[in-house]
């Protein structure tokens, strides 16, 4: 199925007011040229900034030095906060893997969301580590691949969406995510995800994770500049991605990944 981007979607009429925080939820916002996204999730959107945005001028990617991370769970209450997400769910999550020569321990307690407790294990732990986890945003969606009405999608930048107003709640997308990086919302029955904050992105700001993060752990780049760091980070360094057997290509990429982490 090929990519279902946002500018061949049905447009509002022109001279659009600003939109409130339930408006850009649920409604159309303007990327520039005429081009409108319907997202499910983000923050608030005058018509007059969405339009100064050009998303053919951009390629996103995210990159989780997992040799970083110390388990403080700040990224998590920073999404938390920035993108309304509810209680029990998560948008992007932080698991601990415990593992020693014969048997291997991984939690991830309210998704990390106050950091991890001290735990006991039956086994020698002989290493320890923490592994940030959110929507890998593929190039080969296979949620979009199954939503039966194209409320998900993929934008020209790169971002997997979804269409708040097209979603019907069938579950179909959440099922299909290999890294369980969806789920639906018990406030509107409709499917939510990490959507890399785009309402920030394309305004120039960083990630709600990625500006809490304290260790840097959490970067964020556009692959069309040569001088990027991710872009030079990936280019140039040992990364990977989760579960690249499936050969969705995701975006999220990976530094010292360990081989027990799935």
Sequence with gaps: MPDVHADERPTPSAGAEPVSRRGFLSGAIRLGAGAY??????????????????????RWAYLVDTTR???CGSCVRACKAENDVPDGFFRTWVERYVVGQDASH??????GLEGFPPIQTAFAPTKSFFVPKLCNHCKETPCAQVCPVGASYRTKDGVVLVDGERCIGC???????????????PRTHTASKCTWCYHRIT??????????CPTATRQFGDLVHEDDPVRRAI???RVSVLQQH????PQTYYVGLDKEVR
């Excluded at 991984?106 to 998704?111: L, R, Y």
């Excluded at 290999?178 to 639906?184: A, D, E, K, T, V």
């Excluded at 499936?246 to 290509?249: A, D, G, S, V």
């Design 37 to 58: 996204v319907l997202l499910a999730g983000g923050g608030t959107w005058s018509a007059e900034n969405a339009a100064k945005y050009d998303w053919e001028r951009h």
């Design 69 to 71: 991370c110390i388990g």
């Design 106 to 111: 991984v939690d991830s307690p309210n998704g």
């Design 171 to 185: 579950g179909y997308c959440v099922q299909a995510c290999p890294y369980g990086s969806r789920f639906l919302d």
């Design 203 to 212: 305004k120039g700001m960083k990630p709600a994770c990625v500006e809490a």
């Design 235 to 237: 280019e140039r360094s």
């Design 246 to 249: 499936l050969l969705t290509q």
